[in-house]
């Protein structure tokens, strides 16, 4: 392992030696620290000690992680999310369905609201940590919140500096004031509900109330960087990337179910992260110095890896355990379905320290496609991909039992909307420009149903499948093969992978039922396609709204 992960994990001898200066913390912040006790940069011994004493709920599991209640909220609250309209950034943001405005004025009373409950806590917790791997683009992030929980959660998260760094961390680029416990105040205005999270990019500060979702952090460290890093010329991409042996780097895009975190945990290839990246002039770097991963019905069989990390140090969130034995029940969902645990990066033995890589030589475009007309594995032109970038595609499968028999279509632009500061084409333009300067080959690889859709006669492309597609494409072999082009949606299709049936490779060739079952059902998706992308119609180029599924 690298060295620098190694006196990551644990603060050292001299890390209680850094104060920021309480000063300039409370000029900044509102933040009273001669009247608080603060726990700075604690370790995680200190962190678990605290959960256990303070915060009912908090026990330990068998494995010796720290089981967590995020309270009534158990998943992120999008529609409660705002970015404060001034006059620094207002013209850069892309307003409306994901960013809503919130007034300066408006900020300042949920700020204040924030600050005057962190200051009648009896302890509070600061952690600074880094948003970035590549230190010449990092970003400084100081957490202030009043549970250990949410210390530890993004202890794990950031990046953690190393003793020296903590030395002359001074101050930071932006301050995460969560106030979760506390409600903000309906009758403000701008405000929907008792939840806020909302982000000032001109005071480059983050206010949280009335949700202890843990998630709110992460995702909002995200939300800045999508603002920030653009600005500084490096794409910013919700993906996950993995590098071989040879040092080729591959970068997945893919929506929750497609199989982002399954398919770029691979056994002969290191993990660079699994959800947050970078791509700028020298590679691609992880965003996080941790893993969030899903928990329900996690195996060991099935992924040994995240199973493995579950245990001292991380933090699991919602879970439901067996009271004597403290073992933890994956397969429960009585309290969420959205189960999660949060470890250190480092917990994955093929983690690679630090989580840099060179330029992608492969870039993948996940989706999982219900209505089974989707090839399993197609070549992207440079325009495709740009339009199947800014679709973000894949299916949802309704509950079964609700009467619900149609297949849900989702698109989120850029594979990761809910996250996205700037106007999706932005994003996409940067990744046409970087995929093209670094001839990358872009695939989009659907991982949903193959011979006929959810509901019919299809079955869900088998896992086995999709790792060959995987091979083939790290191998090269799938850049070199012979190619047909796949009707309708104009894609081209290899007429041979490696260890996959001929007939699975195209969807008319695998389809079950009739043929003009099939012939409705392509016309289905081309349309949904073409109905989404006409929100981008009037930013996107002549050439990428020709990609798209002609009728």
């Avoid at 967590?68 to 970015?83: V, Y």
């Avoid at 960087?225 to 910013?236: D, E, I, N, R, T």
């Avoid at 399993?376 to 309704?398: D, E, N």
């Avoid at 001839?439 to 299809?458: C, K, R």
Wanted: charged share 20%; glycine share 8%.
């Amino acid at each position: 392992m690298h060295s620098h992960a190694q006196h990551q994990s644990h603060a050292g001898p001299h890390a209680h030696l850094y104060h920021p200066d309480p000063e300039a913390l409370y000029h900044d912040t509102g933040i009273d620290y001669n009247h608080v006790h603060m726990i700075r940069n604690a370790s995680v011994a200190k962190l678990y000690e605290d959960a256990l004493r303070y915060e009912p709920g908090t026990i330990i599991s068998s494995a010796g992680a720290l089981v967590t209640s995020s309270g009534k909220k158990t998943g992120r609250s999008p529609r409660d999310k705002r970015i404060v309209d001034e006059p620094s950034t207002s013209d850069d943001i892309w307003w409306g369905p994901v960013n809503t405005k919130l007034s300066e004025h408006a900020f300042l009373i949920n700020h204040e609201r924030a600050v005057d409950y962190l200051n009648t806590r009896e302890r509070l917790y600061v952690f600074d940590g880094y948003a970035g791997w590549d230190p010449k683009f990092r970003i400084k992030i100081r957490i202030v919140c009043a549970r250990a929980y949410h210390c530890l959660f993004m202890r794990n998260m950031l990046i953690r500096p190393t003793p020296e760094e903590l030395e002359t961390y001074g101050e930071p680029d932006f301050t995460i004031l969560n106030a979760g416990a506390f409600p903000a105040n309906r009758f403000t205005t701008g405000m929907t509900s008792t939840t806020s999270v909302a982000i000032n990019f001109q005071r480059r500060e983050m206010v949280i109330l009335g949700t202890e979702y843990a998630g709110e952090m992460k995702k909002g460290v995200f939300t800045i960087m999508h603002y920030l890093m653009p600005k500084a010329g490096v794409l910013s991409l919700h993906s996950s990337a993995n590098q071989g042996n040879g040092g080729d780097v591959t970068l997945f895009f893919g929506l929750s179910g497609t199989g982002k975190t399954t398919l770029s945990a691979d056994p002969h290839r290191h993990l660079i992260g699994d959800d947050e990246h970078c791509w700028s002039d020298t590679g691609v770097f992880n965003i996080e110095g941790g893993c969030y991963a899903k928990c329900i019905d996690l195996s060991a069989e099935k992924e040994p890896e995240i199973y493995a990390a579950i245990r001292y140090g991380a933090v699991l969130e919602n879970v439901v355990l067996d009271e004597d034995t403290r073992q933890v029940d994956y397969t429960d969902k009585s309290l969420t379905e959205n189960t999660r645990c949060a470890y250190p990066i480092e917990y994955i033995p093929n983690a690679k320290i630090p989580c840099v890589g060179g330029h992608p030589k492969n870039i993948i475009m996940l989706t999982c496609d219900a209505f089974g007309v989707l090839p399993p594995v197609s070549k992207l032109s440079s325009a495709q991909a740009m339009y199947h970038f800014i679709s973000g595609y894949t299916a949802k499968i309704a509950g079964t039992e609700d009467g619900v028999t149609e297949p849900e279509a989702t698109f989120s632009a850029c594979f990761g909307q809910p996250f996205l500061v700037l106007h999706p084409t932005k994003y996409a333009s940067m990744l046409a420009a970087q995929t093209q300067m670094h001839a990358a080959d872009v695939y989009l690889v659907n991982t949903g149903w193959n011979g006929g859709s959810f509901q019919g006669a299809g079955k869900r492309i088998s896992l086995k499948y999709s790792r060959l597609i995987l091979d083939a494409i790290h191998d090269g072999s799938l850049a070199k093969a012979e190619y047909e082009t796949y009707p309708v949606f104009g894609l081209h299709i290899p007429k041979e992978v490696k260890g996959v049936p001929a007939e699975v490779l195209n969807p008319r060739s695998a389809w079950q039922g009739s043929p003009e079952e099939y012939a409705e059902t392509v016309q289905k998706l081309a349309v949904l396609f073409q109905e989404n992308f006409r929100k981008y119609q009037d930013q996107a180029s002549a050439d990428v709204i020709a990609a798209g599924p002609k009728l």
